[in-house]
């Protein structure tokens, strides 16, 4: 089989909070942009990689989810615990300090793990965790 990942999901609360946090905090390209007001549906991704993206989505938009789903699910938001995703760089120290800079909220500094990688974390303004881990 010949397989790839083509688009991840990640919930959005504000779109246009989130514009500026991937587009011009982790400088990626917005390739769609479909909806208005709070239910947008933004397709972002790296700059050179057309076939990997994210798609920013409004949370509970599904019909079928029921008013105590959606509830849960804004808790695990606001908490940070509903969405997460894992990136790489092979500039960590620099992309760390871009993204603090940038005005991204740290969660873990770069740090050698016990089990083999050097990464950090932050999270986007709909409290979604984004880790950033170091290629070697």
């Given at each position: 089989?010949?397989?790839?990942i083509?688009?991840?999901?990640?919930?959005?609360?504000d779109?246009e909070?989130?514009?500026?946090?991937?587009?011009?905090?982790?400088?990626f390209?917005?390739?769609s942009?479909v909806?208005?007001?709070?239910?947008?549906?933004?397709t972002v991704g790296?700059?050179?990689?057309?076939?990997?993206?994210?798609l920013?989505?409004?949370?509970?938009?599904d019909?079928?989810?029921?008013?105590?789903?959606?509830?849960t699910?804004?808790?695990?938001?606001?908490?940070?615990t509903?969405?997460?995703?894992?990136l790489?760089?092979?500039?960590?120290?620099?992309t760390?300090?871009?993204?603090r800079?940038?005005?991204?909220?740290?969660?873990?500094?770069p740090?050698?793990?016990?089990?083999?990688?050097?990464?950090?974390?932050?999270?986007?303004?709909?409290?979604?965790?984004?880790?950033?881990?170091?290629?070697?």
């Amino acid at each position: 089989m010949d397989i790839t990942i083509h688009t991840s999901f990640l919930p959005h609360v504000d779109p246009e909070e989130s514009l500026v946090f991937y587009r011009d905090v982790l400088g990626f390209e917005v390739r769609s942009d479909v909806g208005q007001g709070r239910m947008r549906w933004i397709t972002v991704g790296p700059v050179g990689q057309p076939s990997t993206s994210i798609l920013l989505a409004p949370p509970a938009a599904d019909p079928g989810v029921t008013e105590d789903e959606r509830r849960t699910i804004a808790e695990m938001m606001a908490k940070g615990t509903y969405g997460w995703i894992l990136l790489a760089t092979r500039d960590l120290d620099g992309t760390f300090d871009q993204l603090r800079a940038g005005g991204a909220e740290v969660v873990q500094e770069p740090t050698e793990q016990p089990y083999g990688i050097r990464d950090c974390a932050f999270r986007d303004p709909a409290g979604n965790l984004v880790r950033l881990q170091e290629l070697r």
